[in-house]
Every structure is written in structure tokens, then in C-alpha cells.
Nanobody
């Protein structure tokens, strides 16, 4: 239900924009976000954006990454600027959503997209 795109190989200092579309049966979406997992490390939160309210960023990306969403398109974006080699990871999108009105909120994950930053 979540399809991520936009990863790739970029030089340090460059930019990439990730997109993630939620599709299928969706009643409402609460928080959408991006996580990443580097080799040998645990998955970590990069940025999150609730349906209303302020965004949340990991300290390591604050000021360089910008998360946004288009509620009409059920899409979340991650604009990544001033990329560093340590940003290299598989990036996963996440959506906390309710598929139908009477169902509880559940977390859904995209398939992951590779971001590689060369020095």
C-alpha cells in the first residue's frame, strides 16, 4: 500500500527527493514519516509529519532535510539537501493509517529505497 521512489546515487553535498504514495483502501492517515536503516545499524526515524501539527526531525538531519505531505494525494515527500556519506541507507516510508472507519490505526511500510552518498 505504500510505494516509495526517488532514491539513487549522489555525491556529497547533492540533493535527492523521495516520494511515497499510500494507495488502496484508506479511511484516514495520521502520521506519515521516513525511517532509514544503514548496514549493521538499527532502523531510525528520520522525519515525521502528523496530519496536523509540527514536524519532527532527527538531530542529524535537522536543517538539511524537509518533510512535507500532500493529503489530497496521500503522499509524503522528503527533500534531502546537503547530503553526507553518513546519510547512506535504505529509506523506508511509514504511514499510520486507518483503512476503514471502524478499524484501528495501523502502521504500514513501504518497500524501501536505497540512497547512496559518495564522498
Amino acid at each position: 500500500q505504500l510505494q516509495a521512489s526517488g532514491g539513487g546515487l549522489v555525491q556529497a553535498g547533492g540533493s535527492l527527493r523521495l516520494s511515497c504514495v499510500a494507495s488502496g483502501t484508506i479511511f484516514s492517515i495520521n502520521t506519515m514519516g521516513w525511517y532509514r536503516q544503514a548496514p549493521g545499524k538499527e532502523r531510525e526515524l528520520v522525519a515525521a509529519i502528523p496530519s496536523g501539527g509540527s514536524t519532527n526531525y532527527a538531530g542529524s538531519v535537522k536543517g538539511r532535510f524537509t518533510i512535507s505531505r500532500d493529503n489530497a494525494k496521500n503522499t509524503v515527500y522528503l527533500q534531502m539537501d546537503s547530503l553526507k556519506p553518513e546519510d547512506t541507507a535504505v529509506y523506508y516510508c511509514n504511514a499510520n493509517l486507518r483503512a476503514r472507519m471502524l478499524l484501528p490505526l495501523e502502521d504500514y511500510w513501504g518497500q524501501g529505497t536505497q540512497v547512496t552518498v559518495s564522498s
